[in-house]
């Protein structure tokens, strides 16, 4: 076993911080503690791709180990686990002292390792999840897929017809995922979905229930008031409380864990991985406590990893490594290919009929349009826990995306930052906007002039309205929407159509794809070019886009197929 040096070790860390994550360290009159274990397996990551890898690695004996950077999220009978959208606090976000989320009120708080990291890049910031279960807790829950030639538009080499007969269903089962049932829809909370199936009949379009991974009984069960009201009333993005969310800590990782097998191990971060002696990896963790102070230094020598970090993560890890030397046979492929998911938020403001508030949700209606292989362009409707009818809807929509970011290491710092063109998007700009713009137009188009002026001059009294009520839930502060929702208000009664597109405000996304891609980085099965024994299991495998679809089935899918190429030829020979 290779034995790191005290100094190694905290250089290694030092860079990998520099570009990862902010993490404290214990006082110098306190040494930080050091232990070293081996493993078998070792997955770095507890999000789809990681939970996927340690659940089949589990069904073939594989005993393994499971490094997550956040902490777990039981569900509380009480149903607080999560924070209110609107009320955030240090839960909210992952080691900073306010909330990273968009249109989130302002406050400011201890760091915690919390829901959420903003990784800001050059042209384009990511959102990722810090939690056991990863961004499954926080995402929209939504499950789409591509059809089959849009899908060979992104990777041709991939049998399209074995996914859709084994992967992708297999994955669907394991995890539950459903449409939103008719007595649902027919509630009061969901009369801003409805508006939206409303909205594209008179526009000549098709909407469509869409896939979530979701428990509706548990739905139901809020809206008759045996459950803590949250998904149906808007809250979803920051948790839901009710446990209503099958997410993978408690779909496929409480399956991995069940089995006495594999060990998850929270609040540690991987801090970077190196070759060790043997053909073996050597992998520097840093375990902490909830305020991201580091308590123990652990080297551990595995025979195999699993790269389940994400992309943003795995990129990083991965980039790091080859430039420093630590995984001196990484292609230059690593870390190039990445992309958006052509994801764009636009804001619908003085809609004309009632939107509700709050809005029941989650995202459960959408309108897709395939007919374009190569410019595909999904519209949906995201409902918002809003206070109560500010006539406003939240549309996501996905378009069309280049693979054409990047991952950057800067030697000087040690970080790894991601670099995007505004212009590598400019398919999705244009075409999820002219979606949304069909629907306003089919309700009597632009908002009049007059209207305009008006809701111009109101936004002030919106704002003193919204912020007194939020106030006094908050316990006194009178600003929750200042820079938030009044600030959108503002903007779209100034905007043509009362549209503004937050990407333009902010440019973010919550669907990073790519940086270790399927031929490219990777063979066609996630195994690292260069490194017997080194995996990728997430969204990195791909480039990019996934054909204007929320990207988790397609990446649930690909996973899948990888894990069953690997466990039939790996397991046992190569570890």
Same mark, same amino acid.
């Given at each position: ?8 070790? #905290? ?32 997955? +770095? ?16 004996? %594989? ?17 607080? $686990?999560?924070?209110? /959208? ?67 538009? +992104? ?19 394991? %995890?539950?995922? *459903?449409?939103?049932?008719?007595? !649902? ?5 969901? %009369? ?47 948790? !839901? ?6 997410? =993978? ?10 089995? *006495?097998?594999?060990?998850? &191990? ?34 551990? +020598?595995?025979?195999? !990893? ?23 046979? #990484? ?17 619908? &403001? #003085? ?26 362009? $999904?519209?949906?409707?995201?409902? &918002? ?12 929509? /996905? ?16 970080? %790894? ?17 002219? =979606? ?5 137009? &089919? ?25 007194? #009520? ?32 937050? *990407? ?20 066609? /099965? ?10 990728? @299991? ?7 886009? @996934? ?29």
């Amino acid at each position: 076993m290779t034995i790191l040096s005290r100094r190694t070790f #905290l250089s290694a860390t030092a860079v990998a911080a520099a570009g990862i994550g902010l993490v404290g360290t214990a006082s110098a009159a306190t040494p930080v503690p050091r232990s070293e274990r081996s493993a078998r397996a070792v997955v +770095i990551g507890s999000g789809v791709g990681g939970s996927i890898a340690a659940a089949r690695l589990a069904e073939a004996g %594989v005993r393994t180990l499971v490094l997550e950077r956040g902490k777990r999220w039981p569900i509380t009978p009480a149903g607080d $686990t999560f924070p209110p /959208f609107l009320q955030p606090d240090r839960r909210s976000s992952y080691l900073t002292p306010s909330p990273v989320f968009p249109l989130q009120p302002p406050v400011l708080y201890k760091p915690y390792t919390g829901l959420f990291e903003k990784v800001v890049g050059q042209g384009m910031s990511v959102l990722c999840g810090a939690a056991v279960g990863g961004s499954t807790l926080l995402y929209a829950g939504v499950w789409i897929r591509p059809d089959a030639a849009t899908f060979a538009e +992104i990777l041709p080499a991939v049998d399209y017809d074995e996914l859709d007969a084994v992967h992708y269903p297999r994955a669907a089962k394991r %995890v539950g995922i *459903g449409t939103v049932p008719d007595d !649902v829809l027919a509630s009061p909370n969901y %009369v801003g979905t409805r508006l939206f199936f409303d909205q594209a009949r008179r526009a000549g379009l098709t909407a469509e229930r869409l896939p979530n991974a979701l428990n509706w009984d548990i739905a139901r069960a809020e809206l008759a008031g045996k459950a803590v009201p949250s998904v149906t009333r808007g809250e979803y993005f920051s948790g !839901v409380n009710s446990g209503a969310r099958n997410s =993978m800590d408690r779909t496929y990782l409480a399956d991995a864990e069940r089995s *006495g097998l594999v060990e998850v &191990a929270p609040l540690h971060r991987v801090a970077g991985i190196a070759t060790a002696a043997g053909g073996r990896y050597r992998i520097d963790v840093e375990r902490t406590d909830t305020d991201g102070v580091v308590q123990e230094l652990i080297t551990i +020598i595995a025979d195999a !990893v699993f790269l389940g970090a994400g992309s943003t993560g795995t990129s990083r890890l991965l980039v790091a490594a080859r430039e420093t030397g630590a995984l001196p046979g #990484l292609n230059d492929q690593v870390g190039r290919n990445w992309g958006n998911n052509g994801d764009r938020i636009l804001v619908r &403001a #003085l809609v004309p009929d009632p939107t509700g508030g709050p809005q029941g949700g989650p995202m459960a209606a959408g309108i897709r349009d395939q007919s374009d292989p190569r410019n595909p362009v $999904t519209l949906t409707f995201g409902p &918002a826990p809003l206070p109560f009818d500010l006539r406003l809807m939240a549309m996501p929509g /996905f378009g069309a995306c280049e693979p054409v970011g990047d991952f950057r290491y800067d030697s000087a710092t040690g970080a %790894v930052t991601l670099h995007w063109p505004a212009d590598g998007d400019a398919a999705a700009q244009t075409s999820v906007k002219a =979606m949304l713009l069909k629907l306003v137009e &089919a309700d009597a188009g632009a908002v009049p002039p007059l209207l305009t002026d008006v809701l111009s001059g109101v936004t002030g009294a919106v704002e003193q309205v919204v912020g007194g #009520l939020l106030g006094g839930l908050t316990g006194g502060a009178t600003a929750p929407l200042t820079g938030g929702v009044d600030r959108i208000l503002g903007i779209a009664s100034k905007a043509p159509s009362g549209v503004v597109d937050l *990407g333009d405000l902010d440019p973010v996304t919550w669907h990073p794809l790519g940086g270790a891609t399927l031929g490219a980085a990777c063979d066609m /099965f996630g195994r690292v070019d260069g490194h017997r024994g080194l995996y990728v @299991t997430d969204a990195s495998l791909i480039p990019g886009t @996934t054909g204007a679809c929320n990207p988790t089935w397609t990446i649930a899918a690909l996973a899948e197929r990888c894990l069953d190429d690997v466990v039939a030829k790996d397991v046992g020979g190569v570890f």
